[in-house]
């Protein structure tokens, strides 16, 4: 059975900066690609970053230059860094796994960005 469990999330001020991390647990396949999704109250969950097992990256256009999304194999854990963060990246942040057998989701954790 595979586990994801978020953390880092937190109250910041725009303009400031936070660090999630997602650490797998399980059995995992080594081909895999691990993201970031956020939902904030009202909208639908969109993508945020992605990051395959080879390191290959994609970002929402609205997070670009300011997020960067990485991982570490070793350890299955997915991290995003967050700058210049704005009062509209407010919301529920989900990691997500994705392998050829099925998607997997952490339970969420909350970032609020204060104006």
């Known amino acids: 059975q595979v586990q994801l469990v978020e953390s880092g999330g937190g109250l910041v001020q725009a303009g400031g900066s936070l660090r999630l991390s997602c650490a797998a647990s399980g059995s995992i396949f080594s081909l895999n690609i691990m993201g970031w999704y956020r939902q904030a109250p009202g909208n639908k969950r969109e993508l945020v970053a992605t990051?395959?097992?080879?390191?290959?990256?994609n970002y929402a256009d609205s997070v670009k230059g300011r997020f960067t999304i990485s991982r570490d194999n070793a350890k299955n854990t997915v991290y995003l860094q967050m700058d210049s963060l704005k009062p509209e990246d407010t919301a529920v942040y989900y990691c997500r796994l994705t392998t050829p057998q099925r998607d997997y989701w952490g339970p969420g954790t909350q970032v609020t960005v204060s104006s």
């Open positions: 990051i395959t097992s080879a390191g290959s990256t």
